[in-house]
């Protein structure tokens, strides 16, 4: 075997956004290692970037799933900047810049270097690619080196929400804007496993908020299905997963019931993916 197929990755598994929805990969990606289809390759964007660095790191499921549950709260978004407010209202006088941000962030990265410490993506046991965007040209950029914790809040910095983050002098901000699903990302494997998830658009329309979620939910949707077409021609399972009921992007306490959701249709879905998988050799699966 020549080097490139050597370092060729068999299995990618493809992570993308949806809040806590994507704790369901951890389900999933446990499912997959115990039927001897253990991914060699983990891609995420935001949510996904999180969930992915547990599972590149070896946690099992459940050991992702209670990593997860300390991490990802909802108080993570309620620490406000109340200069913010002055920011938007008096701009020149305050002093709007590229790193506004509703919310402090140091909540997070308190908590985001507290689960991967130092840990630096090349000593992962599992293959990383995080994928952020440059706030600077808008582009994709897929993060391999450096520390997990940097590349993981760079993917999950929600513009508005939360600062960007510079990585190597670039402005990095959420993966979802440029990549919601990266399968791009992932396209030198020979099959790929992703969970993406479509964004709920607002029952109704009656503050200025639900509007622009309106408009962008239905833009990164879009973006998402376009991604999935233009991979159509790959070895690619996608799953689409039915969560029962709508679920809040922060909403911590239905993590473990996500968790069972992705698991469930993993098992579920395992003839359909040893099908996919069939003709590939051992070398990146599980004994």
Same mark, same amino acid.
């Given at each position: 075997?020549?080097?490139?197929?050597?370092?060729?990755?068999?299995?990618?598994?493809?992570?993308?956004?949806?809040?806590?929805?994507?704790?369901?990969?951890?389900?999933?990606?446990?499912?997959?290692?115990?039927?001897?289809?253990?991914?060699?390759?983990?891609?995420?964007?935001?949510s996904g970037a999180l969930f992915g660095a547990c599972i590149a790191k070896g946690w099992s499921g459940e050991e992702g799933l209670a990593a997860a549950t300390r991490l990802w709260s909802a108080d993570l978004?309620?620490?406000?900047?109340?200069?913010?407010?002055?920011?938007?209202?008096?701009?020149?006088?305050?002093?709007?810049?590229?790193?506004?941000?509703? @919310?402090?962030?140091?909540?997070?990265?308190?908590?985001?270097?507290?689960?991967?410490? $130092?840990?630096?993506?090349?000593?992962?046991?599992?293959?990383?690619?995080?994928?952020?965007?440059?706030?600077?040209?808008?582009? $994709?950029?897929?993060?391999?080196?450096?520390?997990?914790?940097?590349?993981?809040?760079? $993917?999950?910095?929600?513009?508005?929400?939360?600062?960007?983050?510079?990585?190597?002098?670039?402005?990095?901000?959420?993966?979802?804007?440029?990549?919601?699903?990266?399968?791009?990302?992932?396209?030198?494997?020979?099959?790929?496993?992703?969970?993406?998830?479509?964004? $709920?658009?607002?029952?109704?329309?009656?503050?200025?908020?639900?509007?622009?979620?309106?408009?962008?939910?239905?833009?990164?949707?879009?973006?998402?299905?376009?991604?999935?077409?233009?991979?159509?021609?790959?070895?690619?399972?996608?799953?689409?997963?039915?969560?029962?009921?709508?679920?809040?992007?922060?909403?911590?306490?239905?993590?473990? @019931?996500?968790?069972?959701?992705?698991?469930?249709?993993?098992?579920?879905?395992?003839?359909?993916?040893? @099908?996919?998988?069939?003709?590939?050799?051992?070398?990146?699966?599980?004994?």
């Amino acid at each position: 075997m020549n080097n490139q197929a050597a370092n060729t990755p068999q299995l990618a598994l493809v992570l993308g956004s949806g809040g806590v929805r994507s704790i369901a990969a951890l389900g999933i990606a446990d499912v997959l290692t115990r039927a001897g289809f253990k991914p060699d390759l983990v891609v995420g964007c935001s949510s996904g970037a999180l969930f992915g660095a547990c599972i590149a790191k070896g946690w099992s499921g459940e050991e992702g799933l209670a990593a997860a549950t300390r991490l990802w709260s909802a108080d993570l978004t309620q620490k406000k900047r109340w200069r913010a407010y002055f920011e938007l209202v008096a701009p020149k006088l305050w002093g709007f810049g590229s790193d506004f941000a509703l @919310r402090d962030a140091a909540l997070i990265r308190a908590r985001v270097e507290r689960a991967f410490g $130092s840990t630096q993506m090349a000593d992962l046991p599992t293959a990383l690619r995080v994928v952020a965007t440059d706030a600077a040209t808008g582009r $994709s950029v897929v993060l391999t080196r450096g520390r997990v914790a940097d590349a993981v809040r760079a $993917s999950m910095a929600l513009p508005f929400m939360f600062p960007s983050v510079e990585i190597d002098g670039r402005r990095l901000t959420d993966g979802v804007i440029s990549d919601p699903l990266p399968v791009s990302a992932a396209q030198d494997a020979r099959a790929i496993v992703t969970v993406g998830f479509r964004g $709920s658009l607002p029952r109704r329309i009656d503050r200025a908020s639900r509007l622009v979620a309106q408009v962008t939910t239905t833009m990164i949707n879009n973006l998402q299905e376009a991604r999935v077409r233009a991979m159509s021609g790959a070895s690619m399972f996608h799953f689409e997963l039915d969560i029962d009921r709508r679920t809040g992007l922060w909403e911590t306490s239905a993590m473990p @019931r996500i968790f069972d959701i992705g698991r469930l249709a993993a098992e579920e879905q395992l003839p359909a993916i040893r @099908r996919l998988l069939g003709d590939l050799p051992p070398t990146g699966l599980a004994a």
